[in-house]
């Protein structure tokens, strides 16, 4: 029996899946989570084979929840599961050491065949994303995109120094050097190119 927990801030949508994958005669779902310190928690707590997981969730995003597990509880491994078909997210996702990558719109039949892939030591990633995936390289770095995504929510460069621990003129450096790589015309946009291309 592969042993399964769901992270998913949409209620309906995780209740769908458990009840789905519930069917499969070969899983099951031991825990559920609405956002992701929750699903680290429980993680911790019940140790599942597999983690599948949404990439934007409230508190830890899948991505940052994949890269906690990895230094936290090794064993455990990961599947996104995601409305965001960028290649930018599954290179992030891979670089975090997740196992599978797949679109909400693909058949129940395919998650649970991913999951018994990634749970054999596989890998399982949709095919047109895994295609896209080695195009456009992040040209940012991990603070780069730090203090983008505080610009992206409207703070100004005293409220981003303040979040991050920086000082204000090293927050400068950061977006100037992000605006610079990105070739937009200011924090604003420089941020909605990354979202765009899933670098954030």
Same mark, same amino acid.
């Given at each position: 029996m592969i042993r399964l927990l769901l992270a998913e801030d949409q209620a309906l949508v995780r209740g769908a899946l458990a009840a789905l994958l519930s069917l499969e005669g070969d899983l099951e779902v031991v825990g559920m989570a609405a956002d992701g310190e929750e699903a680290l928690a429980q993680v911790k707590a019940l140790r599942p084979d597999i983690l599948v997981t949404d990439i934007e969730m409230p508190r830890l995003s899948g991505l940052d929840l994949a890269e906690r597990l990895g230094a936290e509880v090794p064993g455990v491994r990961v599947v996104i599961v995601t409305t965001f078909g960028r290649a930018g997210y599954l290179r992030?996702? !891979? +670089?975090?050491?997740?196992?599978?990558?797949? !679109?909400? @719109?693909? &058949?129940?039949? @395919? !998650?649970?065949?991913?999951?018994?892939?990634?749970?054999?030591?596989?890998?399982? %990633?949709? &095919?047109?994303?895994?295609?896209?995936?080695?195009?456009?390289?992040? &040209? !940012? #770095?991990?603070?780069?995109? $730090? %203090?983008?995504?505080?610009? +992206? #929510?409207?703070?100004? #460069?005293? $409220?981003?120094?303040?979040?991050l621990n920086l000082s204000e003129g090293t927050v400068r450096n950061y977006l100037s050097e992000a605006i610079g790589k990105l070739e937009a015309g200011n924090r604003v946009e420089a941020a909605r190119q990354a979202r765009e291309k899933g670098w954030l």
């Open positions: 992030r996702a !891979l +670089e975090v050491g997740a196992r599978g990558y797949l !679109l909400k @719109d693909a &058949p129940a039949a @395919d !998650l649970a065949d991913a999951i018994r892939r990634v749970h054999a030591g596989g890998r399982a %990633v949709d &095919p047109t994303l895994a295609a896209e995936a080695w195009g456009d390289r992040n &040209p !940012l #770095t991990d603070r780069e995109r $730090q %203090v983008l995504r505080e610009a +992206e #929510t409207g703070a100004t #460069t005293a $409220q981003i120094a303040a979040a």
